[in-house]
């Protein structure tokens, strides 16, 4: 089975759902590409993959198409990230975007996303902003605006490094979205429905986590999508849950297809 995504929803999904699978089910092999929303979506059109992992946001939400099925995985709220020496204390989101209508903006490299929620968010404050860096990296992004040439948006939950602060964007907040992709026609192939339904249990884990206030879950991300190094060492799991994940998802799927069923897919 081909999977197309971006880079936190393998590393913090699919990566365990693969290792669970291996035990489970060895006869579903799944292969990774990493690409962007607007590539995992070509190569999903172009049968060049058979799942595609890829996110947007409320603010920015992603054209609807009709040939595919789209399943919410997990959501992820972003913040203003500014210098910590900036001694603004909060406001509503257009009051945040008004204080630092005169800064450079940080947009992203590899999506449109990003600078098409600051463009949003500028206009309604009745601004244009000046979107003058590009990063593909939170660990850069989080560099540039601690060289105080630049400020853009983070992931509220995210470690932040010495120099850095995250303004909470309320009202109207900000929302990364992410989805799991796949064609209408390949939605009632075995292999798909195991790996989505593992995936979507796995994300409604974290997204119950977080609102129960139990650490950051799948938000401590670290690249632009929101992908990055885990230090517990504790890749897509919420604390004290990990070793349930198998058990619990194979126990509320009994229809889907055992170890030996099938060909290899």
Do not use: C
């Amino acid at each position: 089975m081909r999977v197309a995504g971006f880079a936190t929803a393998i590393r913090r999904f699919l990566l365990p759902v693969t290792s669970e699978l291996t035990a489970s089910h060895p006869r579903v092999r799944v292969l990774i590409s990493e690409h962007e929303p607007a590539e995992a979506l070509d190569m999903l059109a172009a049968d060049e993959a058979d799942l595609a992992l890829t996110y947007d946001y409320n603010l920015a939400p992603a054209p609807a198409d009709p040939d595919v099925s789209r399943t919410l995985l997990w959501t992820a709220r972003w913040g203003l990230g500014v210098p910590a020496g900036d001694t603004l204390a909060g406001g509503t989101t257009p009051e945040l975007f008004a204080a630092f209508r005169e800064h450079d903006w940080i947009g992203n490299s590899r999506n449109t996303a990003d600078e098409d929620v600051i463009r949003t968010l500028a206009a309604m404050t009745g601004f244009i902003p000046r979107i003058t860096h590009q990063a593909d990296s939170l660990d850069l992004v989080q560099d540039i605006i601690i060289a105080g040439v630049g400020v853009g948006l983070l992931p509220i939950g995210h470690p932040t490094r010495p120099g850095v602060r995250v303004l909470p964007l309320t009202d109207p907040k900000v929302e990364l979205r992410a989805y799991a992709v796949a064609r209408h026609s390949r939605l009632s192939w075995p292999p798909l429905a195991l790996v989505t339904s593992f995936l979507k249990r796995l994300g409604d884990q974290n997204d119950a986590a977080v609102g129960a206030g139990v650490g950051p879950g799948l938000r401590d991300v670290g690249q632009r999508d929101g992908a990055g190094a885990d230090p517990e060492g504790s890749v897509g799991q919420v604390p004290g849950e990990r070793r349930q994940l198998g058990g619990d998802v194979r126990g509320a799927d009994r229809s889907l297809p055992a170890a030996d069923d099938g060909q290899p897919a």
